[in-house]
């Protein structure tokens, strides 16, 4: 394997090739016009592949949800405003158990907002953004690597729990340019089969997949077995980073983006002599809440840095309650902090509780 410096909306879309995708349908807007824009072409290259420029983000993901019906590792992608076009779509496929993979490149926002890099969909993300109450895995790279293998690992999960998965990048990430190393590529037909998709049905009784339960006994046991699987992905699914925290008196809590900013800050104010350190979210739904819980044992400052004005600090206040004393500090609108800005936010906070 041989590194290769790449756009990471680009290493998102060679991930996502292969690790067997064989169906894109999406509509354009920045800043991720380069996934799809690059998918088109690589997978003109490819006999068993379709790409398909919708004429709407609703068209796109309901392309999406019939390609999944018949079996195939299927994908969209947008940003913010067009998210939220997706929402229903990704609601009925909740309701339907299809897998697919969602990637949001964040922009700044509410609103139509601008196209800078942003944190600002971190709710809708987390916490189902449509309707139903439903839940979707949600996976929060920093690295381009990390890009290529959190997009592969959507894939399976998405497959494994029968749910959409969502990969939540912003602006900087999307347009950022890494070394990056890729697996080799799955063949789709060596992937598990699916006994439940929609592909003609001689030889066999037919099936049906739909979201509509109009007994209320039949809609209450289905949102039952939804939260079983929900519970399931919880026990088996959360995924954190730990950096320098063994010694910490203060740990900033920080995903994607403003994780690589924080990471930035602690070594800086390590080197002023601070015990400082990072705890990074990976899967931002399940939340690692035990796991950050856990860290309160001998850590009682938190620092939740975001970029935005505070969404994942919720569930930092959920997991630790009492144990810790959780701070915020976060930039709304698409202005990127620097390591300097962290830094002296965490200078401040050990000065101020004499740490």
């Not at 206040?317 to 009492?322: A, I, R, T």
Request: aromatic share 8%; charged share 20%.
């Amino acid at each position: 394997m041989t590194k290769q410096l790449m756009r990471g909306s680009h290493a998102i879309a060679e991930a996502a090739t292969r690790a067997g995708c064989r169906f894109y349908a999406g509509y354009p807007i920045t800043p991720q016009n380069e996934l799809p824009e690059y998918m088109s072409v690589r997978f003109a290259q490819l006999e068993d592949a379709t790409f398909v420029q919708a004429e709407s983000e609703l068209a796109a993901i309901n392309m999406v949800m019939g390609a999944s019906m018949a079996g195939v590792r299927a994908m969209t992608s947008s940003s913010s405003p067009g998210i939220s076009l997706k929402q229903e779509g990704i609601s009925y496929m909740a309701g339907m158990e299809l897998p697919a993979v969602i990637v949001n490149i964040m922009r700044g926002g509410p609103g139509l907002g601008n196209i800078a890099p942003s944190q600002q969909d971190y709710l809708q993300a987390t916490k189902g953004g449509g309707h139903g109450g439903y839940r979707t895995i949600v996976l929060a790279p920093c690295s381009g690597q990390e890009l290529v293998t959190l997009t592969i690992k959507a894939f399976d999960l998405a497959d494994a729990y029968r749910s959409p998965v969502i990969l939540l990048g912003d602006g900087l990430m999307g347009q950022m340019m890494e070394p990056v190393i890729f697996p080799d590529p799955i063949d789709p037909a060596a992937l598990p089969k699916k006994d439940w998709t929609l592909d003609g049905a001689r030889g066999r009784d037919s099936r049906l997949i739909a979201s509509l339960h109009l007994d209320p006994t039949e809609m209450e046991q289905f949102n039952w077995k939804l939260a079983r699987k929900y519970a399931a992905i919880c026990e088996r699914e959360t995924e954190h980073e730990s950096y320098l925290l063994d010694d910490a008196v203060v740990a900033v809590v920080a995903f994607g983006t403003a994780a690589r900013i924080a990471k930035g800050a602690v070594n800086r104010v390590r080197k002023a002599g601070l015990k400082a350190g990072l705890f990074r979210p990976i899967t931002l739904w399940p939340f690692p809440g035990k796991e950050l819980r856990d860290l309160t044992r001998t850590i009682k400052s938190l620092l939740v840095f975001e970029m935005n004005f505070g969404q994942m600090v919720e569930d930092v206040k959920l997991s630790v309650g009492e144990q810790a004393r959780v701070h915020f500090h976060g930039r709304p609108g698409g202005i990127i902090p620097t390591p300097h800005d962290i830094g002296a936010a965490i200078t401040k906070l050990i000065h101020r509780y004499g740490l």
